[in-house]
């Protein structure tokens, strides 16, 4: 059974399609690379899988979990909320722009939710966290507070916050995208070290280099569809569609 | 003098100190309400937090004091004085504290809330731990100015002829035909306010161990 899958996905704001028909399965320990152009669609598809987002049409489903199934009419019906709780509980995402909570420790910030969320007992959280942050390069800043790390530090704090929770799949929204490259280096070794573990996850990133690395399986999205998914050598170096062609040359592919 | 001063001035500590405790946590709810969803809650708080910000509070208090009397026909005692002037201040100090409330909690980055959503956290957890501790440290500011000028405005309460600080002063003036009694009253009033600049920096650099 995939960890999630996703059938069909709707979502328009205030007019404009964003998703159009969307489907998408991530298997267990499967790594999948997200790309395609700017508004093409990849963010908000990543929004509506982590339930910032409500979908208008399509179903959406955490293993055995049915988060949002369709109605009669096409349109989404949602799950009620200790469902939804229970799913928020099996994916973790990682923000583009972190969003570490500045007045938490990071130690505080990787066991807060584990404690008050899970109710997990505190000397196994603390455990978890202190590996979590021996495996990101962290030691030495638990009690350190986010506006003290550089970016790159600061986002691998949010790697590990997310990963406390043992999430069954990870998602990476644009992990990079606010890093210089030398810090981008540090974070994408950290992701790849997760990949190499069989972490399921779902990485939308501009890094082709990276996504050809990493991913099992790269999607091309443009335009609020699927425009093209394969593994990375033919997606990537071999790309069977125009459009994905001509993204992979503007962005010097 | 200096104890009929001193003795004003307990007064004026009673109507600041009544007025925090009333006023800072009724901010709260009134700030929650002026954002609600609903038009018509907004639309009232709005016109609540305006008027008590846009007439003067002296007349405030005259209306408070008053209205018992010539709406519900409610004889007045001697009290009276007193309890109006705590609640004219009380309401309309909470209309400034909701507004900066609001101010703070509207600061609060979007990615804070996702970020707590993803993990898990109600709604109310959210507030409690990751937003309402980042306002407290945003407002203070804000919040230390409201404080520093009710020091002031205690004086107001003279107007409907609480004895505080400013009224005994005024009445010193008059019967001894001599300025000091201001001068003292002026030097109370400020060295006051400054202990409560010593306090809110205390505050503000307990809080300063993080930015954003």
């Given at each position: 059974m995939p960890v999630v899958s996703m059938k069909d996905a709707r979502k328009a704001f205030g007019g404009t399609e964003v998703l159009r028909g969307i489907s998408l399965e991530v298997e267990r320990g499967e790594a999948v690379a997200?790309?395609?152009?700017?508004?093409?669609?990849?963010?908000?598809?990543?929004?509506?899988?982590?339930?910032?987002?409500?979908?208008?049409?399509?179903?959406?489903?955490?293993?055995?979990?049915?988060v949002a199934t369709e109605g009669a009419s096409g349109r989404s019906v949602y799950a009620k909320g200790e469902e939804l709780k229970q799913a928020r509980g099996r994916f973790g995402l990682v923000f583009q722009n972190y969003n570490l909570f500045p007045h938490f420790t990071v130690m505080r910030n990787i066991t807060d939710a584990p404690l008050r969320v899970q109710k997990r007992p505190a000397g196994e959280v603390?455990?978890?966290?202190?590996?979590?942050?021996?495996?990101?390069?962290?030691?030495?800043?638990?009690?350190?507070?986010?506006?003290?790390?550089?970016?790159?530090?600061?986002?691998?704090?949010?790697?590990?916050?997310?990963?406390?929770?043992?999430?069954?799949?990870?998602?990476?929204?644009?992990?990079?995208?606010?890093?210089?490259?030398?810090?981008?280096?540090?974070?994408?070794?950290?992701?790849?070290?997760?990949?190499?573990?069989?972490?399921?996850?779902?990485?939308?990133?501009?890094?082709?280099?990276?996504?050809?690395?990493?991913?099992?399986?790269?999607?091309?999205?443009?335009?609020?569809?699927?425009?093209?998914e394969g593994p990375a050598e033919q997606v990537i170096d071999a790309p069977r569609e125009e459009r994905t062609r001509a993204f992979l040359t503007r962005v010097g592919e | 003098m200096v104890q009929m001063?001193?003795?004003?001035?307990?007064?004026?500590?009673?109507?600041?100190?009544?007025?925090?405790?009333?006023?800072?946590?009724?901010?709260?709810p009134v700030a929650l309400l002026r954002v609600s969803r609903f038009k018509v809650v907004r639309g009232i708080t709005r016109a609540y937090i305006s008027v008590m910000r846009g007439t003067p509070l002296m007349l405030q208090m005259f209306a408070i004091y008053f209205m018992p009397y010539y709406v519900f026909g409610i004889q007045l005692t001697t009290d009276s004085k007193w309890q109006a002037a705590i609640v004219a201040f009380i309401i309309n100090y909470a209309a400034y504290f909701a507004e900066i409330y609001r101010s703070g909690l509207q600061s609060i980055p979007r990615g804070q809330y996702e970020a707590a959503e993803v993990l898990g956290y109600?709604?109310?957890?959210?507030?409690?731990?990751?937003?309402?501790?980042q306002v407290v440290k945003r407002i203070m500011p804000a919040i230390g100015n409201e404080v520093i000028t009710l020091v002031k405005d205690t004086s107001l309460a003279f107007a409907i002829g609480v004895g505080e600080m400013f009224s005994t002063a005024k009445a010193l003036v008059a019967s001894q035909v001599s300025m000091v009694p201001f001068a003292i009253a002026a030097a109370i009033y400020w060295v006051f306010n400054f202990a409560v600049e010593l306090v809110l920096g205390r505050i503000e650099k307990m809080l300063s161990y993080y930015h954003d």
């Amino acid at each position: 059974m995939p960890v999630v899958s996703m059938k069909d996905a709707r979502k328009a704001f205030g007019g404009t399609e964003v998703l159009r028909g969307i489907s998408l399965e991530v298997e267990r320990g499967e790594a999948v690379a997200i790309i395609g152009p700017s508004g093409g669609g990849k963010s908000t598809l990543l929004r509506c899988m982590t339930l910032l987002e409500t979908l208008d049409g399509g179903a959406l489903s955490y293993g055995d979990l049915a988060v949002a199934t369709e109605g009669a009419s096409g349109r989404s019906v949602y799950a009620k909320g200790e469902e939804l709780k229970q799913a928020r509980g099996r994916f973790g995402l990682v923000f583009q722009n972190y969003n570490l909570f500045p007045h938490f420790t990071v130690m505080r910030n990787i066991t807060d939710a584990p404690l008050r969320v899970q109710k997990r007992p505190a000397g196994e959280v603390e455990q978890r966290a202190r590996e979590l942050i021996a495996k990101m390069g962290l030691e030495g800043c638990e009690d350190k507070v986010p506006c003290q790390l550089s970016g790159g530090q600061q986002q691998r704090v949010s790697i590990a916050r997310a990963l406390a929770m043992n999430p069954e799949i990870l998602y990476f929204d644009e992990p990079t995208s606010a890093l210089d490259p030398e810090l981008t280096a540090e974070v994408l070794r950290v992701i790849k070290g997760l990949a190499a573990e069989q972490m399921t996850m779902v990485v939308v990133t501009h890094e082709m280099n990276f996504a050809r690395e990493v991913a099992d399986r790269v999607v091309f999205m443009d335009g609020g569809v699927i425009v093209e998914e394969g593994p990375a050598e033919q997606v990537i170096d071999a790309p069977r569609e125009e459009r994905t062609r001509a993204f992979l040359t503007r962005v010097g592919e | 003098m200096v104890q009929m001063l001193g003795e004003g001035f307990l007064t004026s500590l009673q109507i600041f100190a009544f007025t925090l405790i009333g006023a800072l946590p009724l901010g709260v709810p009134v700030a929650l309400l002026r954002v609600s969803r609903f038009k018509v809650v907004r639309g009232i708080t709005r016109a609540y937090i305006s008027v008590m910000r846009g007439t003067p509070l002296m007349l405030q208090m005259f209306a408070i004091y008053f209205m018992p009397y010539y709406v519900f026909g409610i004889q007045l005692t001697t009290d009276s004085k007193w309890q109006a002037a705590i609640v004219a201040f009380i309401i309309n100090y909470a209309a400034y504290f909701a507004e900066i409330y609001r101010s703070g909690l509207q600061s609060i980055p979007r990615g804070q809330y996702e970020a707590a959503e993803v993990l898990g956290y109600s709604k109310a957890q959210t507030f409690l731990y990751i937003v309402l501790p980042q306002v407290v440290k945003r407002i203070m500011p804000a919040i230390g100015n409201e404080v520093i000028t009710l020091v002031k405005d205690t004086s107001l309460a003279f107007a409907i002829g609480v004895g505080e600080m400013f009224s005994t002063a005024k009445a010193l003036v008059a019967s001894q035909v001599s300025m000091v009694p201001f001068a003292i009253a002026a030097a109370i009033y400020w060295v006051f306010n400054f202990a409560v600049e010593l306090v809110l920096g205390r505050i503000e650099k307990m809080l300063s161990y993080y930015h954003d």
